[in-house]
């Protein structure tokens, strides 16, 4: 039988809980999980890449899931997904407007790839409003944000999101 390999790609802009337990329960799913950051996004990035990276990382690594690794990739997903010979893109879904976009990009990603299938995950109740996004906002206020990241990488994001400042 063939291992399953599955990528959550991302930007991880930061890591926040909602992203762990996507991949928790991932890594549950599938013999082996790639998370991998992406490095070119269009809208430009709070933290640089090998920031984005280090945290994935350093957030993952103290859960010790063993069969997740990491890595970043550039350019299309699909094409990603299909060099390192993964047949399962995971993605997360927190609303129904997260629904139409994820939807269009499933299904381009098949017809560049058809080797792979997107899976979603739904998201856990407790993080249905979580984004990055919103904990950029509260940082750059000074705010409380470990209740919503990675304990570990809980201190390094909010320092540096005080220091991009409002
Ligand atoms: P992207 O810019 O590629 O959407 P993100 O880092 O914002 O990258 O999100 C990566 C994936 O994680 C997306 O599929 C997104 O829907 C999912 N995700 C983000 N936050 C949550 C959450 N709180 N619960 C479930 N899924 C989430």
């Known amino acids: 039988m063939s291992l399953k390999l599955a990528v959550y790609p991302g930007s991880f802009d930061p890591i926040t809980l909602g992203h762990m337990d996507i991949i928790r329960r991932a890594s549950g799913m599938f013999d082996r999980l790639i998370v991998a950051v992406v490095g070119n996004i269009n809208k430009k990035s709070t933290f640089t890449l090998e920031e984005r990276e280090a945290l994935v ?3 993952v690594e103290a859960e010790h899931l063993s069969n997740v690794t990491f890595d ?8 990603y997904v299909k060099s390192v010979g993964a047949t399962t893109l995971v993605r997360g879904l927190r609303a129904v407007s997260d629904f139409e976009s994820e939807f269009q990009m499933a299904l381009a990603n098949r017809q560049i790839y058809s080797g792979a299938d997107t899976v979603f995950l739904v998201t856990s109740a407790e993080y249905m409003y979580l984004s990055s996004s919103l904990v950029r906002e509260i940082g750059r206020y000074g705010g409380d944000i470990r209740h919503i990241v990675p304990a570990c990488v809980a201190d390094d994001i909010a320092d540096k999101l005080l220091k991009v400042g409002v």
């Not at 970043?72 to 094409?79: F, P, Q």
């Open 57 to 59: 990382r350093r957030a």
């Open 72 to 79: 970043r990739y550039s350019g299309l997903v699909a094409e």
